[in-house]
Structures are given as C-alpha cells and as structure tokens.
C-alpha cells in the first residue's frame, strides 16, 4: 500500500497520527512537502520595483529559498520522527496543490488536513488548495481534523421541505 501524507505546517501532526492509526505497518509511506515557488519570486520583484535595479549583495531570493528548504527538512525530520517506522521524503517545490496531486499519482492513499474554517464541518474547513487536492486527487483520501471535530450541535439546519 502506497500513502503519501501531505505534510503542511500546523495541520501535519493529525495526518501523521491518522497514518498510524489507519494504515498497516508494513505500508510504503511518503511523506511531502511542497513549497511555494511564489514567495522568493514576489520578495525579488519588490526589490527591484521599489528600489529600483537589484544588487546581487541583496537579493534576497536565494536567502528566502534556504530558508524555505530547511523549514521544510526541519517539518520533514519531525514528520518522520513522529511516524517511528520507515518512510521517504518528498520536498517539492512550484504550484503547492498541482504538485500535491501529481505526487499522489499512482498512490493508494492521500492523507491530508483541513486547513480552513475548522469551527464547523462543511466546504469552508478546506481551504483553496486542499480543495483542489479532494477535487482533482487521482486516489482515495483520508481527509483528518487537525485537531478534534466540531460536534453535530454545530450542523446547519436541514434544507426546507418542499409539499
């Protein structure tokens, strides 16, 4: 069994938990990062729009970069520390929910969090790119609470009944 657990800051913690609890041991696990390919992009833009032509002493797209690629081998190492059994990592970076979905080809399992409005079930507990991710995943997904869900005193009202 192949399960790729997309490992997102804040929300990782709960899809490594319902990995544990839900798939075998012996499953192949990977676990992904993706990062953004706009941040360093827009800081080197602003930079040079605002201050007129860049100097390669101060550009801070290869900083921002770093940065970006050791918080992710950082969320990564405790992703994997946490799961205590084997697994790979996959750090990518570009276009975070089209990278999601193709690394979750050929996959048996996609775990992920919801990551917007948690207060209450329903569309708005996805955020935009998750949404794309449950829209468009080419395999079946775990789809975890980041922490506990809300009750059902918090559904909405059922739909009128019409004659």
Same mark, same amino acid.
């Given at each position: 069994m192949a399960v790729i657990v997309w490992v997102v800051e804040g929300t990782w913690p709960a899809c490594v938990d319902a990995v544990r609890a839900h798939t075998p041991r012996g499953a192949d696990v990977a676990l992904l990062h993706v990062t953004t390919s706009e941040v360093p992009g827009v800081a080197r833009g602003s930079l040079t729009g605002l201050l007129?032509?860049?100097?390669?002493?101060?550009?801070?797209?290869?900083?921002?970069?770093?940065?970006?690629?050791?918080?992710a081998r950082e969320t990564l190492d405790a992703a994997a520390a946490r799961l205590g059994r084997p697994c790979s990592r996959l750090d990518r970076s570009g276009d975070v929910e089209r990278e999601? %979905?193709?690394?979750?080809?050929?996959? +048996?399992?996609? $775990? *992920?969090?919801?990551?917007?409005? @948690?207060?209450?079930?329903?569309?708005r507990s996805l955020g935009p790119q998750s949404r794309f991710v449950v829209d468009?995943?080419?395999?079946?997904?775990?789809? %975890?609470?980041?922490?506990?869900?809300? +009750?059902?005193? $918090? *559904?909405?009202?059922?739909?009128? @009944?019409?004659?």
């Open positions: 007129g032509r860049g100097h390669p002493a101060r550009e801070p797209e290869a900083r921002l970069r770093a940065s970006a690629a050791e918080a999601v %979905v193709a690394a979750a080809n050929g996959a +048996d399992l996609l $775990v *992920l969090a919801r990551d917007g409005d @948690r207060s209450r079930p329903g569309p468009h995943a080419p395999c079946p997904l775990l789809l %975890v609470w980041p922490e506990s869900a809300p +009750d059902e005193t $918090v *559904l909405p009202p059922p739909p009128p @009944r019409r004659p």
